[in-house]
Structures are given as C-alpha cells and as structure tokens.
C-alpha cells in the first residue's frame, strides 16, 4: 500500500522536507507562468527523494496533458490517485485525459468517484456527459448535463452541450432551447451561433433568420469564434467567409503539431501507398459514392489502406469495403496522435481525409501529420484551412481559377466532376405509380430530396413563386422531421400556396426503391447555398434532370460540374432569376424536358459523370503527380488533370 504524503513527510528529516516543499513552490510558479519544462525538473526533484508524492505526480500528469501526452498523463495521475484516492481533483483529471485517449467508460469511472467526493463537481457531470455522448448513450448523456445546470444554472457549456445532445437525438426545437440559455449566459460562447443557427435550419424554422445570419456573417468577417465550418456552407455563399469559419476552426480545435517529428527520408515507392480515412465506411452517401473507386483502384501500382474510425455496423457497404482495400483498420479506439502514428508504420505516402469537419470527424489526425502529403476529399464542400493539408481534390467548375486563392490547399483539378459516382448502384425494376409514391395522380412534381438544412428562405421563395406560376404542380421534398414538415407547410400558406401541394416522401427501407421512385418526380429543383451532392448524383443516375444555379463555394457549384459531366449545361441557371424562369419553362414545355430526359438517359453510360474506372485513372495520375514533385524536393502546387 503506497504511503499518504503526511505519513512520508513524517518519516522524512526535516531538511529534506523544507527542500521538497521549496521544489513543489518552484515547480507551481513555474507551471503557472508556462514554463513547463521548468515546473517538470523541480516535480522530479522532489519525486526522488518522496517517490509517491502525491501534488508531483498529479502535477507531472498535468504537465503531461497539457502536451497532449495523454498515455504518460493517465499513468501519472492515476499514480496520484493512488497516493491519495480521496482526492476530487485527481480523479477529474484522470477521467479528462481517459476520456482523451476514448477510454470512455473508463473515463465515465473516474468522473464519478469525483463526483462521489464532491457532490457538486459540476464540471465532473459535464464531462461526464460529453463521454456519454461520445458513446451514443444520448439519454444519459442529457441526465449528466441537467446535472450540471441544476448545481450551476449560469454553466452556459453544459447547456451548449446539451443542445448538442438534443440535437443529435433529433430533438431539435429542445436543442434550440438550451442553445438560447447558453446564448443568454454568454453570448460569446465559441462557435455557439453556427450550431444554433443550423440546428434551426434542420428543422426549417427560420424566426429571425436574415437578421441572425447578417449577425453571424459579420462576426466571421471580424474573425469571431461563432460557428464551426460545416454550418457556414449553409448559411454563406461567400468563399472568404468559408475560409474564415475553418481556419478559425482549426486554430481553436486542431492546431498543428510536431509531437510526431520530422519523416524520415524515403526512397521513391514502387507502390503509393494512399490512405483513406474516414468513420463512414458503412452504408453512408460517402461510402455509396466511393466504393467503386476503391475498387478500380491499379492494385499493381497504388495499395489503399482504410483507416475506419467510425463504428462497425458490419451493413452490406462494410462487407464491401471491407474487401477493397489492401488492408482495412479499425482504428476507432485509438487517440488522433496514435492513428497518425500508425499511419507512419505502414509508410503511407498521402494520407486522405473524406471527413473534413463532418460530424464525428478527426481532423486531429491530419494535426500531427499521418503522411508526407495530406490531400482533403469529398466529405468536407470547403477549404480546410490548414496549414498541414497539401492538396484539395476539386475541378474547374466547383473551384474556378478565379478562387484559387480562398482555399488554403493546393488545387487538384480533375478533369470532370471531382464527385466520384459509383455506377453499379442498383435501380430497382419496380415502376411507381404516381399514387404509390404518395402524389396526386395528374399535375407538374417538381421534388428536391436534400436534407432540410439546406433549404433557405430564398430558396423556398423562389420555390412558391414557381408553385403560384405552375398550376396543380407540386413540390415533393423528404420528409426529413415532423417540425421541418410542419414549418415549411407554414411557411407554404404564408407565400399563399395550399400546403397540401408539399408532398412528403418518407424514407425507404431500400436505396435501390428510393432511385427507382424519382422517377415519377418531373424535375430536380435544387437549393443554393449548398447545392445536392449525394442527392444531385441519385436523380441523374435515376434519370431525373437537375435544374441548379452555381453559387460561389465550392458547396454552391456541385450540381452545375456533374450536369456538365454529363453534357446537360442547358440545366445550369446563370442567376437565381435564371432558374425560376427555367423551371417554369420546363414545366410548360413537355416536348422539351422529354428531349432533356432523353438525352440524360442516353449519358448516363456514355459521358464522364458515372465512369468509375475512368475517374480512377483521372485521380491516380494526380497522386503520381503529388509523388513525383514530392520525391524531386518541389512544393505542393496546383494539378490540372488531362482528360
């Protein structure tokens, strides 16, 4: 049984007390001015000579987290535990740095023996609560946070977190609530407004939006800590904002480090070995889009390594996936600093990111540098606004050469559509019936199955104008949530349009029905600032035109590069105006949408949007390019790949 420090001081000369006692005075100045390797030195002085002293080894522990050495912090204050388990402060901290190396239900263990000596450890509930999330146990996760406001009802993070957690169970509108407490009780509390305002989104409410939205810009511009990146696709069309909101992001949550060094040198690879990363690999719109990449790649050239960080739901896709690779990780377990770490081992050469700063993403792997050169795709619509990523996979519609300089990586402009597009998805035979699709059995459906975030003011505007224009036609959206549904019928009869002409469809059990059915739907009207993605690529492969207009993020251009992919740019609107008038025309002239649908139909195996292979071979040749400049001591540049 190790000693308590009064019973060591007990036993201790009296000189060697008042030594020991000086060092630990030297050693807390020292960590409270930042001189971290001075405040280590007097810790370890004293250790010598009172080995299990417990305010040293819980300061070294400390000292070890504030480095984000989190294993040698878990081995040190769980020491500290050790010499005195009665000590509140030590079990919090040893629960944080659990709970940074994942070691959640550990972490949750410890965060309650502190709240077993502290009661009113408000912070141990809230931490707490964040481990819960982390493990999905939402319910729990609400309980630890309520927790929190009860003992600190001005704990504006508990609050922030809560909505979080309310959000992600989809309660919404409660997830609004508790984001305006924690507005109320700090105003300025980091990235706050973007979640708000997009949990808001999710749901269609849009009380107060222009003037929120004005509010929020303008802090970005002023370089505000107001929203994290992915919201600010959504809420701003303009790509120095984008940029803004990420490197804002990045410098408070994902700074760069060198705890891994310098790469060795390397001899130039008979095989790249390319990297991907992602918690996605499951039946996910990214998974969908890029399986068949992963499948055509040269295997007798390139060996493709799937970090998976997300969880393993062993679907159909993961099965899939799971045999594309030369070898697939389960890597979910593991700290950001040990992923990259990992990564090193297998000598990866570019290490690629299909996260960005989705949810559940881990940026923080590419912070310490899992390869030599780091390359951002498809998950993210954006600049990252890092330093440490080299290169960002576009074209020259979504990233014209005009804005080259809003993103922070390098371009790699592929040929066609940057948006790999898997075309052995299966459509199934079945024919809908207009009725069995839920709509009316004559009438002009226009449709847009993008997620309800996406949707604007405008947008729905323009979308009841050309409702009014339209006689009998109908807009055939997802049913994303009950609320959304509800406040965009609202919304419906305040632009004076009967809300029964908003058709809902609800979700199908089978990707391959859902294809099937948008094709009782007429035209794809799509929304801007963040245009379809995923959704864009399911209506044309199903034989649905698009109607879009390019804004200017790369989010806003999506749908213009797959249409001209595909050789339909007459779909391309070239203002907001544009498009209105071009879907009313369409939806007037029958003889011309069945010349376009004809023509998308005659496409869709012939023209680059949906040519797997093709694409492949488009995007390895930027990887060799990468290699190449990389191995001859040149700098990432922009790549413009040839047809």
């Excluded at 309650?112 to 964040?130: E, L, M, T």
Aim: hydrophobic share 45%.
């Amino acid at each position: 049984m190790t000693p308590s420090s009064d019973q060591m001081l007990q036993e201790l000369d009296e000189a060697t007390v008042k030594r020991a006692s000086a060092k630990l005075g030297e050693g807390f100045a020292a960590q409270q001015s930042g001189r971290l390797a001075d405040a280590e030195a007097a810790y370890r002085e004293v250790l010598k000579v009172m080995p299990g002293q417990f305010d040293a080894l819980h300061m070294l522990g400390v000292i070890a987290a504030q480095v984000q050495n989190f294993t040698l912090a878990a081995e040190l204050i769980g020491s500290a535990v050790d010499a005195d388990p009665e000590n509140a402060t030590a079990h919090y901290n040893l629960g944080y740095v659990l709970e940074e190396l994942r070691q959640y239900l550990a972490a949750i263990a410890s965060y309650d023996q502190a709240i077993a000596r502290k009661p009113d450890h408000f912070v141990a509930y809230n931490n707490r609560g964040v481990a819960l999330h982390a493990l999905n146990r939402l319910d729990h996760a609400i309980v630890s946070f309520d927790e929190a406001i009860r003992i600190n009802p001005n704990y504006a993070e508990a609050y922030y977190n809560r909505g979080v957690a309310l959000s992600d169970k989809l309660d919404h509108a409660a997830a609004v609530a508790s984001f305006d407490v924690a507005r109320q009780l700090n105003p300025d509390y980091p990235f706050l407004e973007g979640m708000r305002l997009y949990t808001k989104m999710r749901i269609c409410d849009w009380r107060n939006f222009d003037h929120e939205v004005a509010d929020l810009r303008l802090k970005l511009e002023r370089g505000e800590l107001v929203t994290p990146p992915w919201p600010a696709l959504a809420l701003t069309n303009s790509c120095a904002l984008q940029r803004n909101a990420a490197r804002l992001w990045v410098e408070a949550k994902h700074p760069g480090s060198d705890a891994l060094g310098a790469f060795a040198p390397r001899q130039r690879p008979e095989k790249i070995r390319v990297g991907y990363f992602s918690m996605d690999f499951r039946n996910h719109p990214v998974a969908v889009l890029t399986a068949g990449l992963f499948e055509a790649h040269n295997r007798d050239a390139f060996e493709t390594y799937a970090f998976s960080y997300g969880p393993n739901t062993q679907d159909d896709m993961r099965k899939r996936l799971s045999g594309a690779f030369h070898r697939f990780i389960d890597v979910g377990n593991k700290t950001d600093q040990d992923i990259a770490a990992m990564a090193r081992a297998f000598k990866i050469d570019i290490a690629v990111d299909l996260a960005g700063y989705t949810t559940g993403s881990r940026a923080g792997i590419f912070a310490f540098r899992a390869a030599p050169l780091q390359v951002s795709y498809l998950g993210f619509a954006g600049t990252s606004g890092a330093g440490y990523m080299d290169y960002l996979i576009a074209d020259e519609t979504v990233v014209p050469p005009a804005s080259l300089a809003f993103y922070d990586e390098k371009i790699v402009a592929l040929p066609h559509c940057y948006q790999a597009n898997d075309r052995s998805r299966e459509i199934a035979p079945k024919i809908f019936s207009r009725a069995e699709a839920g709509l009316p059995p004559s009438g002009f459906v226009f449709c847009c199955f993008n997620r309800a975030y996406k949707i604007t003011p405008d947008v729905f505007a323009r979308w009841m104008r050309i409702l009014r224009r339209v006689d009998s036609s109908v807009l055939w959206l997802s049913d994303n949530h009950p609320a959304a549904t509800l406040n965009l019928r609202q919304e419906a009869e305040r632009a004076g349009v009967d809300p029964q002409r908003l058709i809902f469809a609800p979700q199908r059990a089978s990707s391959a029905e859902h294809l099937a059915r948008q094709r009782a739907a007429d035209l794809f009207l799509d929304t801007l600032p963040f245009n379809a993605h995923t959704t864009a690529g399911d209506a044309l492969w199903a034989g649905l035109p698009v109607l879009t207009v390019a804004g200017e993020g790369l989010a806003a251009r999506v749908a213009a590069s797959m249409l001209k992919a595909i050789d339909l740019p007459e779909l391309i609107a070239s203002t907001p105006e544009d498009y209105e008038a071009r879907a009313v025309a369409l939806a007037a002239d029958p003889k011309r949408l069945q010349d376009i649908k004809a023509k998308l139909e005659r496409n869709r195996l012939t023209a680059p949007l949906f040519d797997v292979q093709q694409f492949t071979r488009h995007l390895e040749d930027a990887y060799r390019r990468m290699i190449e400049r990389q191995y001859t001591g040149l700098p990432p540049e922009h790549i413009r790949v040839a047809p």
